[in-house]
Each structure stands twice: as C-alpha cells, then as structure tokens.
C-alpha cells in the first residue's frame, strides 16, 4: 500500500474519532496561571560581551587603516577586510539585538 494512502486513510480515522472539547471560558485562564514565568532571553552580560567585543573590532580597523601601504593593496588586503566587515557587523548585530531583548525584559 502507498505511504500517501495510508496517511490519508490515517488522518480520515483521527478526523472521525476526534471529538470536539466545546467551549471553556476558564480553560485558558487556568493553563496561563500554571505556566512558568516568561525567562528573560537577553540579559545585560550578553550586550555588554557584544559591546566590547565590536570596541576590539573598532580598535582593530583603526590599526588596520593606520598600518595600511594605499599605494599597494593586495588581495590578503582585500580578504582581511572582507572578514573585519563580516565580523563587526556580526557583532554590530547581536549588539543591537541583545539590547533590544532586555530592553522587552
């Protein structure tokens, strides 16, 4: 027998055996009392980590551009920018987001 049948067939039962729960008006205020508290999910550690991290990546093109011979560029020139871009605005990124996620905290 072919995999789709069987799961049509399979999901025709369960349509069939499923009953309907009705309305509850209290069902949802009782579930969202039992819940646990909603878990901050960016913390002041994690803006702070980003922060320093994207300092050492400014003091890192400031070096860069400092030590940099414009009258020669080569192609490991090219590269190591292309990678100091992708990572400071990685870091740029998650700084910005760990701030706005404790900032909904």
């Given amino acids: ?5 069987e799961d049509k067939k399979l999901s025709q039962v369960l349509k069939q055996g499923a009953h309907d729960p009705g309305e509850n ?10 819940l646990p508290e909603k878990q901050p ?3 002041w550690a994690m803006t ?3 922060a320093l991290a994207l300092v050492a990546c400014v003091v890192c093109w400031l070096m860069m ?3 940099q011979d414009w ?4 192609v490991r020139d090219l590269l190591y ?3 100091m871009a992708g990572v400071t605005l990685t870091l740029l990124w998650h700084t910005i987001a760990s ?7």
Avoid: Q
């Fill in 41 to 43: 999910s960016g913390s």
């Fill in 81 to 83: 920018n292309a990678m």
């Fill in 25 to 34: 008006p209290w069902f949802t205020r009782r579930v969202l009392g039992k």
């Fill in 1 to 5: 027998m072919n995999t789709i049948d």
């Fill in 48 to 50: 702070i980590v980003c």
């Fill in 65 to 67: 551009w400092r030590g």
């Fill in 71 to 74: 009258g020669a560029v080569t």
């Fill in 99 to 105: 701030l706005f996620h404790s900032a909904d905290v």
